[in-house]
């Protein structure tokens, strides 16, 4: 079984920075492209950033470029997303997915994180 579980939400004040981790059990990452996406009450999902299996490139929403960063550790089947200069338009249930080789959209799915950032 499949699981991604995500970590390190919280309530925090604007400026301030929160990591949040996902840790994959059940497959191994190192073919699967990750991502972060985030979703706030009565609005779809939102992309937030990903990162390659091949040479861990990454794409951001424009929203959060050189403030979010995406890391993954496939040794630790395990990928990051670290939040700078939070904002409180950043609020959301963060959630971490997995893309298998070769397929277009997100297999697999965590449950999420909230983060909360006031102003």
């Known amino acids: 079984q499949v699981q991604l579980v995500e970590s390190g939400g919280g309530l925090v004040q604007a400026g301030d920075s929160l990591s949040l981790s996902c840790v994959v059990s059940g497959r191994t990452i190192s073919t699967d492209t990750m991502a972060w996406f985030r979703q706030t009450p009565g609005k779809d999902r939102e992309f937030v950033a990903r990162?390659?299996?091949?040479?861990?490139?990454?794409y951001y929403t424009d929203s959060v470029k050189g403030r979010f960063a995406i890391v993954r550790d496939n040794a630790r089947n395990t990928v990051y997303l670290q939040m700078n200069s939070l904002k409180p338009e950043d609020t959301a249930i963060y959630y971490c997915?997995?893309?298998?080789?070769?397929?277009?959209?997100?297999?697999?799915w965590g449950q999420g994180t909230q983060v909360t950032v006031s102003e």
């Open positions: 990162i390659a299996w091949q040479d861990s490139s990454t």
């Open positions: 997915a997995a893309r298998q080789f070769r397929r277009t959209t997100y297999d697999y």
